[in-house]
Nanobody, 125 residues
Framework: QVQLVESGGGLVQAGGSLRLSCTISGRTSTNFAVGWFRQAPGKEREFVAAMRWVGGSPRLADSVSGRFTISRDNAKNTVSLQMNNLKSEDTAVYYC??????????????????WGQGTQVTVSS
């Protein structure tokens, strides 16, 4: 069973930056994929970013494109989300997620069987 643990959340002022990290425990493979979703109070969980574990190119939601960057470190089994120019609407619980297989919609929560418990990001103005 794959286990994910997020870290790096906290309180930051609007316009500031924050870096989230996710540590992956368990077996990874060539068709492994990872991503980040977020959920604000009263809203559905929404896609933020995703990428394949090997090869491919990252995918970002339009709302964060140009501000957020997803990256991975295969040797350390970690995936990170660098968040710059944060806005109040970025406030949410951020979840790290993973799956095996690529023939699914990367932007749907139902495509991912493995989830971390989430880390709170609060942007103040």
């Amino acid at each position: 069973q794959v286990q994910l643990v997020e870290s790096g959340g906290g309180l930051v002022q609007a316009g500031g930056s924050l870096r989230l990290s996710c540590t992956i425990s368990g077996r990874t493979s060539t068709n492994f994929a990872v991503g980040w979703f977020r959920q604000a109070p009263g809203k559905e969980r929404e896609f933020v970013a995703a990428m394949r574990w090997v090869g491919g190119s990252p995918r970002l939601a339009d709302s964060v494109s140009g501000r957020f960057t997803i990256s991975r470190d295969n040797a350390k089994n970690t995936v990170s989300l660098q968040m710059n120019n944060l806005k109040s609407e970025d406030t949410a619980v951020y979840y790290c997620t993973a799956r095996t297989g690529w023939n699914v919609a990367y932007y749907l929560t139902s495509s991912y069987p493995y989830w971390g418990q989430g880390t709170q990001v609060t942007v103040s103005s």
